[in-house]
């Protein structure tokens, strides 16, 4: 009883400051005279990693392009509002909401994972804010015909694999495929618009099975891939899954001729660093990276790697780019209102690290920048682009060597 | 005192009913209607876990339930999700009549596991399923955005929620369970049916539970299987807002609801990425120190002080 004397007033004082702290926050933020844009990304939670490195290079973009004079609007400089949305729905709805209401934001931008993004993209468009989205890449986002909402850097998640197939229509021509992918929504999706290509081809799916997200032991569906005789994999996975994933090939001793990566954890840094050399030839789709030939790219990876001690990947290209199309439509607009602001943001047409990005509507998306994708190599620790082959960085191997052959 | 304690809740009543009026800032609005769902989770808990004594793992089934009831209604049908509010409620209750049927015959942690596995089962099972639209999840636009309207409907739900678990708890009923939550045997040996009243505490539990999952359709306007499924994000939370209001307290819940919802938002919006931690760090602390919960710890040193008077007045009442 002693001791909850002294914890309940104390919790009280504890309640009552932070009130008092967030209502200060508040008036200041208010009377503070610029042009604010609300940025929302996972910085705690389990996306941290990602959303940590698109805001770093939201700031990066910003100090570069204030050293240029780009970053004042009509006299008032843009200043960005980061939120965290703690890789939760209904907290990214509530940072939606206080940037709107509270801090009166010209626009909004961020959202990484597909179901944050979503709720951003619905509140952003039922509020007229227009909200240009970074990483989510959820089909719905761009399907519904909201005026307000735009994705110039980031590709539907069924469009991940174009260039993918441009390749294998030419040089692997894969006859029996199995398709492995974590059931979430990027996952499925990605793995529904995959499927749909094979059927086009008449693509033999032999193996198709959805895995639990950060599972531990993929042997027991590894074995039955094996029985399935594949000759190529098409695996959809977030970086920690897609390194068991192949350590637990090679310790199974299961080659195939090819082993392709749907985006997302195949082409990172850790993903290499956790799967060691059984990363080697794994080859993957992906929307970005730095030794592509759209000028800047090359740079901002050396810049970012000096500056926060860590290789970024093309979640923070995405970030650093659309910083620059917000600067840019935000330079352009005629008044800085809901609406200048999204016709601004819909004539936009600009060269960034991840190529020209324009808001078109088609194929029923709306506002939606048409995706250049590349396929890459990991060949001796190095991620190789292997095609297109006018972009590309090295060779391919293919088919590639068994484990044994190594 | 009975006087005063009328007036008070009459006073807390009618400013519940104007408080948008006078607070127009729709930000603020927000919090307030995440409060409401909240406090309508915390509350369903509460008639189960906190009087009852059956600790559920698994409200996320209930929740989701009633969530999806609004969203496939407006999926597959067109019909406005608003029916959901409807039609949730019930199929959450739908849903924990086998479970209730079965696990409550078994003392122990039986339950408790059951409801763990019914939580993850129901979301596999969502995920993998075609007729949920699996992972992808439900998006919808909202047809009414104003804030004052959601605000109504939330403190409505909340006040029917609050107000038929008083009414349950403080009839017979309410004695029942009490008592099967303080010693089962001895309740048995009074002739009360134990599987029957437990099954009776689950039924409104999970009604009101998937009440609060239709609205948060309706008011998130998104959902998929792992959000409203979530076994620490849902169930457990669930757990967290009674344990941090008070345990079988009529307004435990909606305290612990509130201080939830606006010290995470505090936490976040100021203290940047050591947010969670501070949070956690004060749980565990409130946990610690508290561990009646607020309004429970509230009513002990209420108890505590009344008892010193009449001590003072000279008359010692045991």
């Known amino acids: ?406 | 005192m009975k006087n005063f304690n009328l007036a008070l809740k009459i006073l807390l009543v009618v400013i519940a009913v104007i408080l948008p009026l006078v607070i127009k800032a729709p930000y603020q609005l927000h919090i307030i209607i995440l409060i409401f769902i909240w406090a309508i989770i915390g509350t369903s808990w509460n008639l189960l876990g906190g009087y009852t004594g059956q600790v559920s793992f698994g409200h996320a089934a209930f929740f989701g339930v009633g969530a999806y009831a609004a969203g496939l209604l407006q999926f597959h049908l067109g019909v406005s999700p608003w029916w959901g509010m409807l039609l949730g409620p019930f199929a959450a209750m739908v849903i924990s009549l086998p479970i209730g049927l079965i696990a409550f015959r078994l003392r122990g942690p039986y339950f408790a596991l059951a409801m763990l596995a019914l939580g993850e089962i129901f979301r596999l099972l969502f995920i993998n399923l075609a007729f949920t639209n699996g992972a992808k999840g439900i998006l919808i636009m909202p047809e009414i955005t104003s804030k004052m309207f959601y605000y109504y409907v939330g403190l409505s739900a909340l006040a029917l929620t609050i107000g038929i678990t008083y009414l349950i708890v403080h009839s017979k009923i309410g004695f029942y369970l009490v008592s099967i939550r303080e010693d089962q045997d001895a309740a048995t040996s009074l002739g009360i049916p134990t599987t029957l009243y437990k099954n009776l505490a689950l039924l409104p539990s999970a009604f009101f539970t998937g009440l609060a999952g239709a609205l948060y359709m309706n008011y998130v306007a998104f959902i998929d299987p792992n959000i409203v499924f979530n076994l620490s994000n849902i169930s457990v939370m669930a757990i967290m807002v009674v344990m941090l209001g008070g345990v079988a307290t009529t307004w435990g819940p909606t305290v612990g609801a509130a201080i939830y919802i606006i010290l995470g938002e505090v936490f976040r919006t100021t203290l940047g990425s050591a947010n969670v931690l501070v949070f956690g760090v004060l749980v565990c602390l409130i946990i610690l120190f508290l561990p009646n919960g607020i309004v429970g710890e509230l009513d002990m040193l209420r108890g505590f002080l009344a008892r010193k008077k009449e001590g003072a007045a000279g008359g010692v009442k045991i």
């Open chain 1, 1 to 406: 009883m002693k001791k909850t004397k002294w914890f309940l007033p104390a919790l009280l004082m504890i309640l009552s400051l932070a009130l008092l702290v967030s209502g200060c926050g508040d008036s200041s933020s208010q009377s503070a005279d610029g042009v604010k844009v609300g940025i929302i990304l996972p910085i705690t939670g389990s996306e941290a990693m990602f959303g940590t490195m698109e805001k770093n290079s939201f700031e990066m973009a910003y100090e570069e392009l204030k050293a240029a004079g780009k970053t004042t609007v009509g006299g008032k400089e843009i200043q960005l509002l980061f939120e965290d949305d703690q890789g939760k729905q209904d907290v990214a709805k509530s940072a939606t909401e206080k940037l709107i209401n509270q801090n009166k934001v010209v626009m909004l931008s961020g959202g990484y994972s597909s179901a944050c993004t979503n709720v951003i993209a619905g509140s952003a468009q039922a509020m007229t804010t227009p909200f240009l989205a970074v990483t989510g890449s959820s089909d719905e986002i761009t399907k519904k015909g909201w005026q307000y909402v735009f994705r110039g850097t980031a590709a539907p998640a069924t469009k991940y694999t174009g260039a993918f197939w441009e390749m294998a229509d030419q040089v692997i021509k894969p006859k029996n495929v199995a398709v492995i992918y974590e059931n979430t929504d990027f996952g499925l999706s990605s793995a529904k618009g995959f499927k749909e290509d094979c059927e086009k081809r008449g693509v033999n799916i032999v193996f198709d099975q959805a895995y639990e997200h950060g599972a531990l032991d993929f042997k027991p569906m590894l074995a039955n891939m094996r029985s399935a005789n594949p000759d190529m994999i098409f695996a959809v996975s977030y970086v920690m899954d897609a390194a068991m994933i192949v350590k637990q090939m090679k310790e199974l001793d299961f080659s195939t001729d090819l082993f392709v990566g749907g985006g997302a954890g195949y082409t990172m840094p850790e993903f290499k660093d956790n799967a060691g050399d059984a990363s080697e030839y794994i080859t993957s789709t992906t929307l970005w990276v730095p030794n592509v030939a759209w000028p800047g790219a090359g740079e901002y990876f050396e810049n970012y790697k000096q500056k926060y001690g860590k290789e970024p990947d093309y979640h923070g290209a995405q970030a650093y780019a659309t910083m620059y199309v917000i600067a840019d439509a935000l330079g352009r607009t005629q008044e800085l209102t809901n609406t200048g602001i999204q016709k601004a943001l819909k004539a936009t047409d600009i060269d960034t690290i991840m190529g020209p990005i324009k808001f078109e509507d088609w194929e029923g998306y709306t506002n939606q920048n048409k995706p250049i994708t590349y396929v890459v190599q990991w060949e001796k620790g190095n991620l190789e682009v292997i095609w297109p082959e006018n972009v590309k960085s090295a060779d391919y191997t293919f088919p590639v060597p068994t484990w044994r052959e190594r």
